[in-house]
């Protein structure tokens, strides 16, 4: 009915740069709030950004500098910019959206199927 679908994760040096994106398809009739989260082996997911439909952004402290998340409404598509990156920053990243869908308006959270970032020398 409705899926996300992330790309850009990949192996990169420490300071070095990313940019994930993903892409909501299906039956969307809008998107509300949408976000990133992280895993890193044995640790829970965590929360790393989110970003309202009216633009408004929040993140955790440990990327607060480094991390810029960004949406595109008009193709259901976030993004992350993620600058200087940590080997700390390892980890699974998965994005997630609070969708309505358009054959009922009812709004449901989805994720996607996760991107692997790893930070290394």
């Known amino acids: 009915q409705v899926q996300l679908v992330e790309s850009g994760g990949g192996l990169v040096q420490p300071g070095g740069s990313l940019r994930l994106s993903c892409a909501a398809s299906g039956s969307i009739f809008g998107i509300n709030i949408m976000g990133w989260f992280r895993q890193a082996p044995g640790n829970q997911r965590e929360w790393v950004a989110s970003?309202?439909?009216?633009?408004?952004?929040n993140y955790t402290d440990s990327v607060k500098g480094r991390f810029t998340i960004s949406r595109d409404n008009a193709k259901n598509t976030m993004y992350l910019q993620m600058n200087s990156l940590k080997p700390e920053d390892t980890a699974v990243y998965y994005c997630?959206?609070?969708?309505?869908?358009?054959?009922?308006?009812?709004?449901?959270?989805?994720w996607g199927q996760g991107t692997q970032v790893t930070v290394s020398s």
């Open positions: 970003i309202a439909s009216g633009g408004s952004t």
């Open positions: 997630n959206a609070r969708v309505r869908v358009a054959s009922s308006y009812q709004a449901y959270n989805y």
